[in-house]
């Protein structure tokens, strides 16, 4: 697998970096990572939205529907929001359907703080 190379996002204010916008219709991992700290919060990925797959984890949501009840205090909340001002994110584009292989892999080298790796049920997560 690629070599990781964290860039900045830029504030919540500004305009996503070129290199973000570049990533639209693009396939791949990514990984956000604490600037200050250096640890690895999330991996994912996406087969082709690339672009709007990373910018939703910095905008203010939260998951509603029933298949999180209860999952939340548990150290993981599925609609979790970062500051843009304290990450950097590394991007590996793949091909379309090699997504999933390279997310997996990159979970397991660097075992980001946030992943739900496993449902707690033993139920497929449906993503």
Same mark, same amino acid.
């Given at each position: *697998? #690629? ?18 916008? #570049? @990533?639209?219709?693009?396939? !791949?991992?990514? #990984?956000?990572?604490? $600037?200050?700290?250096?640890?690895? @919060? ?6 082709? $939205? ?8 910095? +905008? +203010?949501?939260? $998951?509603? =529907?029933?298949?999180? =009840?209860? *999952?939340?205090?548990? !150290?993981?909340?599925?609609? @979790?929001?970062? @500051? ?15 997504? /999933?292989?390279?997310? #997996? +892999? /990159?979970?397991?080298? /660097? +075992?980001? $703080? ?14």
């Amino acid at each position: *697998m #690629a070599r990781l190379t964290y860039r900045s996002i830029g504030s919540s204010l500004g305009e996503w970096p070129a290199w973000i916008r #570049a @990533l639209k219709t693009s396939s !791949g991992v990514y #990984a956000i990572r604490d $600037r200050h700290t250096g640890r690895v @919060l999330y991996v994912g990925s996406s087969g082709g $939205r690339l672009y709007d797959t990373i910018t939703r984890h910095f +905008q +203010q949501w939260h $998951r509603t =529907k029933n298949w999180w =009840k209860g *999952m939340y205090g548990a !150290g993981h909340d599925p609609g @979790l929001v970062y @500051l843009r001002e304290r990450c950097d994110v590394a991007v590996i584009v793949t091909a379309k359907g090699d997504h /999933l292989t390279a997310e #997996a +892999q /990159l979970i397991s080298r /660097l +075992q980001p $703080r946030d992943n739900l790796v496993e449902h707690p049920d033993g139920e497929e997560i449906p993503f």
